[in-house]
């Protein structure tokens, strides 16, 4: 079970990746375009206008989805910033006990942010609602990319209050520890 879940997520920060990379190689065309086009009309040419349309909202739907699919991969490897001011403070006991129930109510959390969203997305493909750019891009697309990273994060949530309640150490606190250790 535990290297499906490991698949998931590097599948899930691999998509991630993919949509960043997706913007830069947008914006790299779109610039591409402006500089051949700059060059035409220094030459007295005429411009052949290149251009993505709806660049700006395109980019902005991968960004969405890169952000949440990586949440999940992001908490496994302790890549989230995390106050441990007062856990700190307390003897492991006590401190591990908030943790569970702070994992617990941060799983809460998510578990609403997720159904709210898939909730949105379905009634977005119901009634096939699309982008209002030059480009009608169907909004559950990215609306179902977010809500996959939601529900990956409070999975991810969900086994870290396992964890701590069964007295474990949870996978973003091992991942911290394993970075603090010297080489």
Do not use: C
């Not at 920060?13 to 990379?21: E, T, W, Y």
């Not at 086009?37 to 290149?50: E, N, S, Y």
């Not at 998510?110 to 709210?116: E, Q, V, Y």
């Amino acid at each position: 079970m535990r290297r499906f879940i490991d698949r998931v997520h590097d599948g899930a920060l691999a998509l991630a990746a993919a949509a960043f990379a997706a913007i830069a190689v947008l914006v790299l065309v779109q610039i591409a375009g402006r500089l051949i086009d700059r060059a035409a009309r220094a030459l007295d040419m005429t411009p052949p206008g290149l251009t993505i349309p709806s660049l700006a909202e395109i980019g902005g739907f991968l960004f969405v989805s890169a952000v949440f699919l990586g949440l999940a991969g992001t908490l496994r490897a302790g890549g989230h910033v995390r106050v441990t001011l007062l856990t700190g403070a307390l003897p492991p006991g006590p401190a591990r006990w908030l943790g569970a129930l702070v994992a617990a109510g941060a799983t809460a959390l998510a578990a609403f942010a997720t159904w709210s969203s898939l909730l949105q997305t379905l009634d977005s493909y119901a009634f096939g609602a699309v982008s209002f750019g030059m480009v009608k891009v169907p909004l559950w697309w990215p609306q179902g990319a977010m809500t996959l990273g939601l529900g990956l994060f409070g999975l991810t949530l969900a086994q870290a209050t396992l964890q701590l309640v069964m007295g474990q150490q949870p996978d973003f606190d091992a991942a911290e520890t394993k970075r603090e250790e010297p080489n």
